[in-house]
């Protein structure tokens, strides 16, 4: 019932920037807190971003200073601007969200996208 679509991977040089975006789309009565995790080869997944319902944000400290992450509540979408992008930050990145389905029940799920990839090279 729902789907969360990753965009804006790429291939970029080191101190470079991209933009990615999840959008949401499905049955959804509202959308709590939207995550941004990524994960190397041979890495464990790694929360790299978090913004709640009210918008508050938290950072991994690997990334405070050069990753911003928002939402647009009437398009159902998080994004999550890099700047200053390093090869450590190489990875497929993934993006969360808690999402109750039905007005009538506070039970709330998660859902993952399938991931865009950012790879930092030169």
């Known amino acids: 019932q729902v789907q969360l679509v990753e965009s804006g991977g790429g291939l970029v040089q080191p101190g470079g920037s991209l933009r990615l975006s999840c959008a949401a789309s499905g049955s959804i009565h509202e959308i709590g807190t939207m995550d941004w995790y990524r994960q190397a080869p041979g890495m464990q997944r790694e929360l790299v971003a978090r913004v709640n319902s009210v918008g508050d944000t938290n950072y991994a400290d690997s990334v405070k200073g050069r990753f911003t992450i928002s939402r647009d509540s009437a398009k159902n979408t998080v994004y999550l601007q890099m700047k200053n992008l390093k090869p450590e930050d190489t990875a497929g990145y993934y993006c969360?969200?808690?999402?109750?389905?039905?007005?009538?029940?506070?039970?709330?799920?998660?859902?993952w996208g399938q991931g865009t990839q950012v790879t930092v090279s030169s």
């Open positions: 969360k969200a808690v999402v109750w389905i039905s007005r009538y029940d506070e039970r709330a799920s998660e859902y």
